[in-house]
Each structure stands twice: as structure tokens, then as C-alpha cells.
């Protein structure tokens, strides 16, 4: 799908090309708008129902992005940090693993 970048923003979006644009920049403005919309549909099919009813009114696949990343990150509160740190120090190592991968 090659959408990553769309969703990262790390590919600014192409000014719309006008008639004295060339073939090429067309193409890589239709190109860019296609991932975009590829990326809005993964991102919404992805998510359940629960989930999906608070990005339903969002179009930009970054800000989905964005917003399911607010939803689930746990480091934003200290809820969230404390299960972190509990599992940390709940994790034991077994007979047949190493230590060093």
C-alpha cells in the first residue's frame, strides 16, 4: 500500500496540478491521493465498531492516526505507567530462555 508516509506525514501533499502541469506530476498527485484514501480505509476497517464510532468523522488518515494513537497509549497516564512498571517486574524468565537474544 506503500501509506505509511501518508499517515506519518513525513510526504507533504502535492499542490493541485492545473492544466500546464506536466503528465508526471499528475500522476504522482493521483498517486498520493490514492494511498491517502487506501490508508483512511485501512485504518477505519481495522478498528472495531466500539472503536470506529470515534473516528467515523474523521478524514485525514493522519489524524486518524493520531487519534487512535491518543486512545491507546498507555504512557500518557500514570494508570497506564504503573501497568507497564507492573508488568515489568512480574516478568520472569523461564528455564529454557536466555538472556541475551
Known amino acids: 500500500m506503500k501509506a505509511d508516509k501518508v499517515v506519518t506525514l513525513t510526504e507533504e501533499?502535492?499542490?493541485t496540478p492545473?492544466?500546464?502541469?506536466?503528465?508526471s506530476m499528475?500522476?504522482?498527485?493521483d498517486d498520493f491521493h490514492m494511498r491517502?484514501?487506501?490508508?483512511?480505509m485501512a485504518l477505519g476497517f481495522s478498528c472495531i465498531t466500539d472503536i470506529a464510532m470515534h473516528?467515523?468523522?474523521?478524514?485525514?488518515?493522519?489524524?486518524l492516526w493520531e487519534a487512535l494513537q491518543t486512545?491507546?497509549?498507555?504512557?500518557?497516564t500514570h494508570l497506564g505507567r504503573s501497568a507497564i512498571v507492573t508488568k515489568f517486574h512480574n516478568?520472569?524468565?523461564?528455564?529454557?530462555e536466555s538472556i541475551v537474544s
Open 55 to 63: 473516528i467515523r468523522e474523521l478524514s485525514d488518515p493522519a489524524e
Open 71 to 76: 486512545m491507546f497509549d498507555n504512557t500518557a
Open 36 to 40: 491517502r484514501r487506501k490508508a483512511k
Open 91 to 96: 516478568a520472569q524468565p523461564s528455564a529454557t
Open 13 to 15: 501533499e502535492l499542490p
Open 18 to 23: 492545473n492544466n500546464q502541469s506536466s503528465q
Open 26 to 29: 499528475r500522476a504522482r498527485f
